[in-house]
């Protein structure tokens, strides 16, 4: 019997969920018995007109990384979309932008200056910037455009099934593979490998957290060495925790980092940032607004924290309007 | 008809202060911009943070949130919440691009239907002057 083929690919993303593909150690020569993969361009030699060839609807699934900022990207996700019986957003950045995300809090000038130009360790005297086409011995070399935002690839494509993580860990993403060839599939849109609770309910320090959490100060990891043994939390260190999906087995938690949010929004929760500003909102044990004002002072950044992977695929989806230059 | 800026407004009105303060103003005949999209709740510790972005997302110029004065919740502490989660949600639409006089938190209690009329008046102004919120950067789908 022909065995079912798989491709994955990444778009806008960091390479860490490759990484984590590969975490599955000697689990991916099972997986290479299971499946035939057609595409893998860290690994294989396989390329896009490869794919170009296959039959419409051939590939059984397709696991995508990273979102879209480029129109090559938004090309191959078309193409597999095409191919795919099946395809999964695979890691925050593709089910809801990731970090990558972030970068829609500027315009595309920001972008390339900051890069380009002013990052301190960059040395471009003069000034050379990425063009969209180039000619060498007569032959037109062209460079994909930088699209005004990144996009989750569901706002290009329709999306099947969604992996959450930053990376999603090896025990998620074995899980996730063995629902998808079990052949019996869960409902479209859902969430697979990870859990259906919040991670609180997984924690090993879920018994320490008191029924009625209450803080009066925010501290960050930096400024406090937390006991181990001692819900995060009521340690007056900013866990996401109970906004967010598990399936990780809180590894950060277990290395006494809070959990920031990278299994992203549980069922049914449209804007996870808003959810999960929400939920600081209810610990905060103070009444009056000049208290109040003065802990949230104390987040630096409360886009970054509470829409650190998810601020691309938020109802604004990242700064509505461009800062004036 | 004039053809100056009307901004869209969506109100999330407390059953037991704001909407019957803005029945009061109606009863009483005192006249306020017709500028609101009025959604009644029973707290204002019922609006969830979700439900102003999405109305930011779907068209309004500005978001009211009005409730009532602390200590005078129907539900004891709702409207505490309400006041800690517009702290966050400020610096956050702040940050998105939305200048804060967009989202306005209020304490009006049933019998202050003069504030409210007062309020409703200069929310409108403001927005009036900073002008529509269009997203300069259009999505593609």
Redesign the interface.
Same mark, same amino acid.
């Given at each position: 019997m022909e065995k079912p083929k798989m491709a994955m690919y990444w778009c806008s993303s960091c390479g860490g969920c490759e990484e984590a593909t590969v975490d599955i150690a000697e689990k991916i020569l099972d997986l290479a018995n299971l499946v035939d993969i057609v595409l893998w361009p860290v690994a294989l030699d396989f390329k896009e007109e490869d794919v170009e060839k296959l039959p419409d609807g051939s590939i059984t699934a397709s696991l995508i990384n990273g979102g879209v900022r480029l129109t090559e990207n938004e090309h191959m996700v078309k193409l597999l979309r095409k191919k795919s019986k099946i395809v999964v957003a695979y890691g925050a950045c593709s089910a809801w932008g990731g970090v990558p995300g972030l970068l829609n809090l500027y315009g595309e000038e920001e972008l390339f200056s900051r890069v380009y130009n002013e990052v301190p360790t960059l040395e471009n005297p003069e000034k050379v910037r990425p063009q969209r086409s180039t000619r060498v011995d007569d032959v037109e070399l062209k460079l994909p455009d930088v699209l005004p935002r990144l996009l989750p690839i569901d706002r290009v494509i329709a999306v099947d099934y969604y992996v959450p993580g930053c990376p999603p860990t090896p025990e998620v993403t074995w899980k996730a593979v063995e629902t998808l060839l079990s052949g019996n599939l869960p409902p479209k849109g859902s969430v697979i490998g990870a859990s259906g609770k919040a991670l609180c309910d997984e924690c090993p320090l879920n018994g320490t957290k008191p029924d009625k959490v209450l803080v009066q100060d925010l501290k960050r990891p930096h400024q406090v060495i937390p006991d181990p043994e001692k819900c995060l939390l009521i340690q007056g260190l900013l866990c996401l925790g109970p906004a967010t999906r598990g399936g990780c087995q809180a590894l950060c938690v277990k290395a006494r980092m809070p959990c920031t949010g990278c299994f992203g929004p549980l069922d049914r929760v449209t804007d996870y940032g808003a959810k999960a500003a929400s939920f600081l909102a209810s610990i905060v044990d103070f009444q009056d607004e000049q208290s109040i004002e003065k802990v949230m002072d104390r987040l630096p950044d409360a886009v970054g924290t509470f829409y650190r992977y998810t601020l691309a695929s938020s109802s604004l989806g990242g700064r509505t309007r461009r800062n004036k230059t | 008809m004039s053809d100056q800026f009307e901004p869209k407004i969506a109100l999330f009105a407390c059953n037991w202060c704001t909407y019957a303060a803005m029945d009061l103003a109606g009863t009483s005949r005192m006249k306020y911009p017709p500028n609101f999209r009025v959604i009644k709740v029973m707290c204002s510790g019922r609006i969830?943070? #979700?439900f102003?972005?999405?109305a930011?997302?779907d068209g309004a110029d500005g978001v009211l949130v009005a409730g009532c004065h602390?200590g005078d919740c129907h539900y004891i502490?709702g409207n505490? %919440?309400t006041?800690?989660?517009m702290?966050?949600?400020k610096?956050?639409v702040q940050?998105?691009?939305?200048e804060k006089e967009r989202l306005r938190l209020e304490w009006i209690s049933a019998a202050e239907a003069g504030k409210f009329v007062k309020v409703a008046h200069e929310m409108v102004e403001q927005i009036r002057a900073l002008g529509p919120? %269009?997203?300069?950067? #259009?999505?593609?789908?």
């Open positions: - | 969830d943070p #979700q102003i972005l999405e930011f997302r602390p502490e505490v %919440k006041l800690r989660r702290a966050l949600l610096r956050i940050s998105l691009g939305i919120l %269009k997203p300069s950067v #259009q999505v593609r789908v």
